[in-house]
């Protein structure tokens, strides 16, 4: 348990689909990311909230789109993806001002575009 | 941009060491991660070295810093066939409140009884 959930586990969605992941931290943290990670390139940031504002965002197509309503909660809408979307997307948190300002993952959520 | 480069992988024998080392350009880099990911999981944070830091120890885990040449390396004692798994590199960069943190390509590393 790393204090970072993220529903669903595994996610199988059709290209004209509109689905959206979740991401719960219960560390009381006031940063959360979205991170891609597919089988051909290192982990990739895409997109930083910290105090529910938006703070990155390293031009990540628009077919992603985040919601952050809350510092516990991180959404990542998902609308006409394209079969390379496929990947593991995980959600962290961190405390900003912390020693460290260490990042905590959650399991991730295994996304498959068909 | 920034580069974090680690070797692909790595083999050895329960019970030996394990070296795995990663290389990083960002010279402004203030904190450096080790995460740990197996199969089907999310990373789970092993250890983190400051900059200003040469050396880190805990229980097994020894992590080395030489922020001349820029160069990081995780040493696991005895080698137990549950730290196979493949081991991330990273860096972070401070934006605002957050962290961003720069991986490198992650080492798989396995363990033979």
């Known amino acids: 348990e790393t204090g970072v959930t993220q529903t669903p586990r595994h996610l199988v969605m059709g290209m004209t689909n509109k689905k959206s992941l979740k991401c719960e931290q219960h560390l009381g943290h006031n940063a959360m990311y979205w991170y891609k990670q597919s089988a051909k390139k290192p982990l990739e940031l895409m997109f930083v909230y910290s105090l529910e504002e938006r703070v990155e965002n390293n031009s990540v197509p628009s077919r992603f789109s985040p919601e952050c309503p809350n510092s516990s909660h991180l959404f990542l809408h998902l609308h006409t993806l394209q079969p390379e979307d496929s990947a593991l997307y995980l959600c962290?948190?961190?405390?900003?001002?912390?020693?460290?300002?260490?990042?905590?993952f959650g399991e991730g959520s295994w996304l498959t575009v068909v | 941009g920034e580069d974090v480069e680690q070797s692909l992988f790595l083999s050895v024998r329960e019970g030996d060491s394990s070296v795995i080392n990663c290389t990083y350009t960002d010279s402004s880099s203030t904190y450096l991660y080790w995460y740990k990911q197996e199969p089907g999981a999310g990373l789970q944070l092993l250890t983190y070295?400051?900059?200003?830091?040469d050396m880190k120890q805990d229980q097994r885990l020894t992590v080395l810093l030489n922020k001349k040449d820029k160069h990081l390396s995780l040493r696991i004692a005895d080698t137990q066939t549950g730290d196979s798994a493949i081991y991330f590199c990273?860096?972070?960069?401070?934006?605002?409140?957050?962290?961003?943190?720069?991986f490198g390509g992650g080492t798989r590393l396995m363990v033979k009884p």
């Open positions: 990273a860096e972070s960069s401070r934006i605002d409140a957050g962290n961003m943190l720069t």
């Open positions: 070295i400051f900059s200003n830091m």
């Open positions: 962290a948190s961190s405390q900003g001002g912390g020693a460290g300002n260490t990042i905590y």
